[in-house]
Antibody, heavy 121, light 110 residues
Framework: EVQLVESGGSVVRPGGSLRLSCEGSGFMFDDHGMTWVRRAPGKGLEWVSGLNWKSGNTDYVDSVKGRFTISRDNANNSLYLQMNSLRVEDTAVYYC??????????????WGQGTTVTVSS | NFMLIQPHSVSESPGKTVTISCTGSSGSIASNFVQWYQQRPGSAPTTVIYEDNQRPSGVPDRFSGSIDSSSNSASLTISDLKTEDEADYFCQSYVGSTVVFGGGTKLTVL
């Protein structure tokens, strides 16, 4: 069964850091680009960051550039999102999602169940 | 900036057909593929339509997608509505390498 499982969400104070993880199983990670998408309370889905699995090329939404870093661990079929300088407006459920090819995903065919990040003082 | 505009909410009765629109704010929506995602309360999103009108395996054929270039819109049509179709639906496309989601439509089946 193809599966993505996120972890690492927590309550953190503004200015703090968190590292989210996404472990994949049931498919060849090398064959798929990966992304992070979030949904803030009462809002819609927002693309956060994407990664081309083979080349390692990355991109970010403007609001997180310079604060968030997407990375991968091929050996462990894992995707990460290092989040620094967190803001209240980063509060959301964060989903990792798989692209249909190894390129940086432009759409998503498999989603994880999400992990909750709450930034509050 | 390119945006995808969806109605905030729609409602329809079980057994009926509903169509959710997704209008591109600029350019041609037909230039890049449109996807549709369903998100039930408390659950993760799932893909119900990809590449304008393709259904992933496991998605019933009650779900269909289309593009109307004249109105610069994509549409998701759900026929024979069931109570389990009640969810938020998001269209999604891209401009260059930038992924764009619509604001989402809450479908109520009552």
């Amino acid at each position: 069964e193809v599966q993505l499982v996120e972890s690492g969400g927590s309550v953190v104070r503004p200015g703090g850091s968190l590292r989210l993880s996404c472990e994949g199983s049931g498919f060849m990670f090398d064959d798929h680009g990966m992304t992070w998408v979030r949904r803030a309370p009462g809002k819609g889905l927002e693309w956060v960051s994407g990664l081309n699995w083979k080349s390692g090329n990355t991109d970010y939404v403007d609001s997180v550039k310079g604060r968030f870093t997407i990375s991968r661990d091929n050996a462990n079929n894992s995707l990460y999102l290092q989040m620094n300088s967190l803001r209240v407006e980063d509060t959301a459920v964060y989903y990792c999602a798989r692209g249909p090819t190894s390129a940086r995903p432009l759409w998503f065919d498999v989603w994880g169940q999400g992990t909750t990040v709450t930034v509050s003082s | 900036n390119f945006m995808l505009i969806q109605p905030h909410s729609v409602s329809e009765s079980p057994g009926k057909t509903v169509t959710i629109s997704c209008t591109g704010s600029s350019g041609s929506i037909a230039s890049n593929f449109v996807q549709w995602y369903q998100q039930r309360p408390g659950s993760a999103p799932t893909t119900v339509i990809y590449e304008d009108n393709q259904r992933p395996s496991g998605v019933p054929d009650r779900f269909s997608g289309s593009i109307d270039s004249s109105s610069n819109s994509a549409s998701l049509t759900i026929s024979d509505l069931k109570t389990e179709d009640e969810a938020d639906y998001f269209c999604q496309s891209y401009v260059g390498s930038t992924v764009v989601f619509g604001g989402g439509t809450k479908l109520t089946v009552l």
